[in-house]
């Protein structure tokens, strides 16, 4: 069985992923554990299934969970202005072609989520540089955040679709809302219910026990170097709801089942709204050239099925190659852990689902295993 999904997952080790695993629950239980490499290649430490990962963004989806909490308890409304609780994006700028001039719209709430507010993944402004540089500096999250509003908007909040910082700035949002630095409301309300004991969103720097081994890809050269640096992590407080979750795949696919159920960290119908395609025509075409993702809109927080019995699944992905995918149709979810920023098989990592699909159906599936990457270097 899965034999269409092992021979994906083989692929990806011939192309030179050092490790990959891979886990699939159907109906509430495990039906496939399936993983191979090294966790560390150069001392040939095999894989034990317990690895942690640097899950870049799939982060985004513990993030935008945490934050409906909050608006299940009627804290905030998605049409609240970001301002009013985050005073620093009150009197916001945009890039025009005849130059920067100020926003017409506000910021909302639902703008963060959609990944509409206008905002970059820019974070190393000469704004932010000179932020990061004050003696003795630690970046708490809410203070960090806060910078990001001095840089010009991309485009007037709500006009637009582009990947960006948005769901770190949810992360402060969150911090803000509930009291809580935005580490320890995630720990108390989602991992800790949950039993991820193994999830946290502030990492020691300096602390890889545990971790597989993170590589970075060169392109150009075809090969595969280390890479010790978390970009997520500016510095020692600040938590990235972006991307700066540590988690292990035994973890996560828990985080998973419980958006699959419903009503264990979020109601059904929370749920059902954060996985509704919530683009508009023009934030749908600007979404497709970004992502080259005819089949999926984009919801709270998370790509989201058209109607195409094909793709009934809701989910995201992460920089090193994670995936994450709930199909609720189906009572299927998967979670697939890699370490490789840049990877080769990045653009490879959706026909998982095509596979598993197929592979639970008795179907036949062709991989198109030969195409050239040319999706956009994004930490998607």
């Known amino acids: 069985m899965f034999e269409q999904t092992k021979a994906l997952c083989q692929h990806f080790l011939d ?8 886990i699939v629950y159907k109906d509430g239980e495990c039906i496939f554990r399936h993983m191979g490499g090294y966790a560390d290649p150069e001392r040939k430490i095999p894989m034990s299934g317990k690895e942690k990962y640097h899950i870049y963004s799939c982060s985004k989806l513990i993030t935008c969970a945490a934050a409906m909490q909050l608006w299940e308890k009627g804290l905030f409304s998605l049409e609240d202005n970001l301002a009013d609780y985050l005073p620093a994006f009150k009197e916001m700028y945009v890039k025009t072609e005849n130059g920067v001039r100020k926003a017409k719209n ?26 990061y540089a004050i003696p003795g500096n630690t970046c708490p999250t809410v203070e960090t955040v806060n910078q990001f509003a001095k840089a010009p908007l991309e485009f007037e909040p709500g006009e637009g679709w582009k990947y960006s910082l948005c769901h770190d700035v949810l992360g402060a949002l969150v911090e803000v809302i509930s009291g809580e630095k935005f580490e320890d409301y995630v720990k108390a309300h989602i991992f800790d219910p949950l039993g991820m004991t193994h999830s946290t969103f502030l990492h020691p720097l300096e602390d890889w026990e545990g971790f597989a081994r993170q590589f970075i890809y060169d392109a150009e050269t075809a090969t595969f170097s280390p890479a010790y640096r978390y970009w ?5 407080d600040y938590a990235s709801g972006g991307g700066g979750c540590i988690s292990t795949v035994e973890d996560y696919i828990k985080f998973l089942e419980a958006l699959r159920v419903g009503d264990v960290i979020l109601k059904k119908e929370t749920i059902a709204l954060m996985a509704t395609n919530h683009l508009t025509p023009q934030q749908m075409e600007m979404h497709r050239l970004m992502k080259k993702s005819p089949s999926y809109g984009y919801g709270l927080g998370m ?78």
């Open 232 to 236: 997520c992590h500016l510095s020692k």
């Open 303 to 380: 790509r989201t099925p058209l109607g195409d019995p094909k793709y009934t699944e809701f989910g995201w992905g992460g920089a090193a190659g994670a995936y994450a995918s709930v199909d609720p149709v189906h009572n299927v979810t998967f979670y697939y852990a890699q370490h490789v920023l840049k990877a080769p098989n990045r653009h490879l990592r959706p026909w998982l689902y095509d596979t598993i699909r197929a592979d639970l159906l008795g179907e036949k599936v062709v991989v198109p295993i030969e195409e050239v990457d040319e999706t956009p270097h994004l930490t998607y």
């Open 15 to 22: 192309m030179g992923i050092p490790c990959f695993d891979l």
């Open 106 to 131: 506000s910021i909302k709430i639902s703008h963060l989520f959609q990944m509409t507010a206008g905002l970059n993944y820019e974070m190393h402004t000469p704004e932010l540089e000179a932020y």
